[in-house]
C-alpha cells in the first residue's frame, strides 16, 4: 500500500544551524510533491511545491530536493532561528486526494 | 482567507455536528481533513462545484455540502470518541491543487 514516512521524532537544532527533514514514500509515483509548515492549534500553511521533473526548489531560506529515484525529498532551512519552530508536513497527490505525512516537529533553540 | 467555525466544540457520543467552513472568495474546492493529535491531515471528502469530488476512507455518517457562496459544511452523525480531532477545511483553485488554503480548524471533542 501507498505510505508517507516522516521522521516522528523531534528535530533538535540550535539557531542558525541548517535544519533537514525527510519525507519518504513507497508505491507512488507522485507528480509533485508538497511541504507545509503547521503551528500547534492552527492549519497547515503551504510552503513550497516541487515537480518530478524537478530536482531542487529554493525559496528565501528554504530549500527542497526532489529524487524520484530513492523516493524520497529533502527539506533544508538555512539559518534557522527560533520562529522556524513548527511541524512540518509533507504530501503527495494520490488520484483525488492529498496525502500527508504525519510531520516532523522541528524545534530551533537559541 | 479561509475562516472555520466553530473554533472549539464538545458533544457527548452519539448527538451529530455541523462544522462550517468559509473559502476563499473564487475557489471552486474545498476538501476537509481531520486530524487526529501527533498525526498527519486525514482526507475526509472533497467538494468541486457543489458536488462531491472525491472520497477517503470514513463512513457515510460523515457528509457534506458546498454551497454557491463559498461556504460548505461537514457533517458527522453518531459522533464517536474517535471523532475527537482537529477538522480542517481547505480550499484551492482546482481539484488537485497546486497549492490549498487552510483554515485554522475546529477542534472537536467528543464525549
Known amino acids: 500500500s501507498q505510505k508517507i514516512e516522516q521522521n516522528s521524532e523531534a528535530l533538535n537544532i540550535q539557531e542558525g544551524k541548517t535544519a533537514t527533514l525527510t519525507c519518504n514514500y513507497t508505491?507512488?509515483?507522485?507528480?509533485?510533491l508538497q511541504w507545509y509548515r503547521q503551528d500547534p492549534g492552527r492549519g497547515p500553511v503551504f510552503l513550497l511545491l516541487?515537480?518530478?521533473?524537478?530536482k531542487e526548489k529554493r525559496k528565501e531560506r528554504l530549500k527542497v530536493t526532489f529524487d524520484t529515484t530513492l523516493k524520497q525529498s529533502l527539506f533544508h532551512i538555512t539559518a534557522s532561528q527560533p520562529a522556524d519552530s513548527a511541524t512540518y508536513l509533507c504530501a503527495l497527490p494520490n488520484t483525488d486526494k492529498l496525502i500527508f505525512g504525519t510531520g516532523t516537529r522541528l524545534q530551533v533553540f537559541p | 482567507g479561509v475562516t472555520q467555525s466553530p473554533t472549539h466544540l464538545i458533544k457527548t457520543r452519539g448527538q451529530q455536528v455541523t462544522l462550517r467552513c468559509s473559502s476563499q472568495?473564487?475557489?471552486?474546492?474545498v476538501s476537509w481533513y481531520q486530524q487526529a493529535l501527533g498525526q498527519g491531515p486525514q482526507f475526509i471528502f472533497q467538494?468541486?462545484?457543489?458536488?462531491?469530488?472525491g472520497r477517503g476512507n470514513f463512513p457515510p455518517r460523515f457528509s457534506g455540502l458546498q454551497f454557491p457562496n463559498d461556504s460548505s459544511e461537514l457533517n458527522v452523525n453518531a459522533l464517536e470518541l474517535d471523532d475527537s480531532a482537529l477538522y480542517l477545511c481547505?480550499?484551492?483553485?482546482?481539484?488537485?491543487?497546486?497549492?490549498?488554503?487552510f483554515g485554522p480548524g475546529t477542534r472537536l471533542t467528543v464525549l
Open positions: 481547505a480550499s484551492s483553485l482546482e481539484a488537485i491543487p497546486d497549492e490549498q488554503f
Open positions: 467538494y468541486y462545484r457543489e458536488e462531491e469530488n
Open positions: 472568495s473564487g475557489h471552486n474546492t
Open positions: 508505491n507512488y509515483s507522485p507528480a509533485y
Open positions: 516541487i515537480r518530478e521533473n524537478e
